[in-house]
């Protein structure tokens, strides 16, 4: 069955780092870009970064740039989210989604209807 797991989300203090990993299972993501997602409590669902095909093909939205990283190995058919110089407004239910792509090239997007598939999300905490 098609499936999409995050997992190492946890409670960090202010400035510290977290590496979110985002594995598919019955399905190959080499075809998929990735995008992630957050929602913090009483907010709207909003953009983190995406990933297209290519490793390295990334999006980030403006809260995140210069402290996350989007990254994926389709060896392992697994993509990854760095996070790093956290901070309280960063904590939320992070989501991973994918969206098919037919061919071969850099595009991914922020916008969460693309996706076609959902992980079940994790959590991030950053408090003091």
């Known amino acids: 069955q098609v499936q999409l797991v995050e997992s190492g989300g946890g409670s960090v203090q202010p400035g510290g780092s977290l590496s979110l990993s985002c594995a598919a299972s019955?399905?190959?993501?080499?075809?998929?870009?990735i995008g992630w997602f957050r929602q913090a409590p009483g907010k709207e669902r909003e953009a983190v970064s995406c990933i297209g095909r290519r490793d390295g093909s990334t999006k980030y939205a403006d809260s995140v740039k210069g402290r996350f990283t989007g990254s994926r190995d389709n060896a392992k058919n697994t993509a990854f989210l760095q996070m790093n110089s956290l901070k309280p407004e960063d904590t939320g239910v992070y989501y991973c989604?994918?969206?098919?792509?037919?061919?071969?090239?850099?595009?991914?997007?922020?916008?969460?209807?693309?996706?076609?598939?959902w992980g079940q999300g994790t959590q991030v905490t950053v408090s003091s």
């Open positions: 019955g399905f190959t993501l080499d075809y998929y870009a």
């Open positions: 989604g994918a969206v098919w792509i037919r061919t071969y090239n850099d595009y991914c997007g922020l916008i969460a209807g693309e996706y076609e598939y």
